[in-house]
Nanobody, 122 residues
C-alpha cells in the first residue's frame, strides 16, 4: 500500500484545513485508515480512525467535535477535515493504513504516508 498525504499548510487559529490521503496498491475498502500527528519533540499520537466502510469513526478527545475523518472508497482517499484549529494542533500529520478494524495504536498500522505539515498561528 502506498499513501500520499497532502493539504497541510499555515493557518490562523480558528481556521480550517482539509487533509487528503490517496491510497494505492490494494483494494482500498479492505482496510481501515487512520490519521496520526507528531509535534516537534513529541511522540507521534493518534488523531482519528475510520472503518473500512466509513460507518465507524474514532477520535482523540482533544479533536473530537472539531475534526472529522471521512473516506471515499470510490476515490481511494481518506480525508481529515479540521475546523477551529488551535496552536496545539501544529504538527506533521500522517495517514496510516492496513488494519482490519478501527485502531488507535501506531503498531496496528503497517503503512504510512510521508506526512503533511500543519502550522497554526495565533
Amino acid at each position: 500500500v502506498q499513501l500520499q498525504a497532502c493539504g497541510g499548510g499555515l493557518v490562523q487559529a480558528g481556521g480550517s484545513l482539509r487533509l487528503s490521503c490517496a491510497a494505492s496498491g490494494r483494494t482500498f475498502s479492505s482496510y481501515a485508515m487512520g490519521w496520526f500527528r507528531q509535534a516537534p519533540g513529541k511522540e507521534r499520537e493518534f488523531v482519528a480512525a475510520i472503518s473500512r466502510s466509513g460507518s465507524s469513526t474514532y477520535y482523540r478527545g482533544s479533536v473530537s467535535g472539531r475534526f472529522t475523518i471521512s473516506r471515499d472508497n470510490a476515490k481511494n482517499t481518506v480525508y481529515l477535515q479540521m475546523n477551529n484549529l488551535k496552536r496545539e494542533d501544529t504538527a506533521v500529520y500522517y495517514c496510516a493504513a492496513d488494519t482490519p478494524r478501527v485502531a488507535t495504536m501506531r503498531d496496528d498500522y503497517n503503512y504510512w504516508g510521508q506526512g503533511t505539515e500543519v502550522t497554526v498561528s495565533s
